[in-house]
């Protein structure tokens, strides 16, 4: 046995284990309510029983979001997702089953169903209200960057700037905006997110939009930059001087939009 399917097997053990306590909770509650009548009883066994029950019910949502894991990870797609799903709708608290809604979404994005992907995406975004996430809670969520993508290959900017500003996560506003060809709002972006994260492929963007701008000094500051942090890998290097191509932002949707399966 694994160390993973041990996990899982201690995950199902734990569901089992507090189903029959709070099963013995609740007949024993009724059992000493009718010898002494008294509602103490009652209430001490009502507070148990809610208390078991939110563990219980956090038990499941884990085991079963733990099994749409490995069931995916083992191509059993379907079990997968059927899973995922059931630990969405299980899920009592709002942040929780926004973010598994979403996590859901993000299983049909690598599947390739980018309309379902989507479907989920909103679902999630509407439970919470926003594409953030408590600081204790956002370590786990990740699905905001996948929904990124697929919105700005929907046409859907507004969503890709929306996620930009809740999660200060700038890569897909940069792009949006080079597809609405508003180069002044891609550099402001572009900025931002080279400030947050430094690599090669940000400074590539950037220099295209100075491109762009026709900011030629700039553009090629850049891309010396991209190119240094390659560290003479030559993919690399060649990847970053195809993105200051108008070539590579005229395909970069359609080749993905195909692949999500969004072409019209």
Sequence with gaps: MTGVNFIQNALYLAVYLIFICLIGVLFYGVKKYKQEKRLGSIFVTALVSIFLFFMLNQAAVVCLYSQSLLSIGNYNNSAGINCSLWAARLAIFPEQKSALY???????????????????????????????????????????????????????????????????????????????????????????????SPIAINYSSRSYIHKKLNQDKLAEGDLQKAVSLCKCNTRCIALQKERTKDSYWLSYAAKKKKKYGLAK
């Design 102 to 196: 979403g996590e859901l979404g993000k299983n049909y994005m690598i599947l390739q169903d980018g309309k379902k992907a989507i479907e989920y995406f909103d679902k999630a975004y509407k439970i919470n209200g926003s594409y953030a996430y408590s600081d204790n809670f956002s370590i786990l969520v990740s699905w905001p960057f996948f929904a990124g993508i697929l919105y700005l290959l929907n046409g859907d900017y507004d969503k890709v700037y929306e996620i930009a500003k809740d999660t200060n996560s700038y890569g897909m506003a940069v792009t949006a905006s080079i597809m609405q060809k508003d180069y002044k709002k891609a550099l402001a972006y572009s900025n931002m997110n080279i400030r947050r």
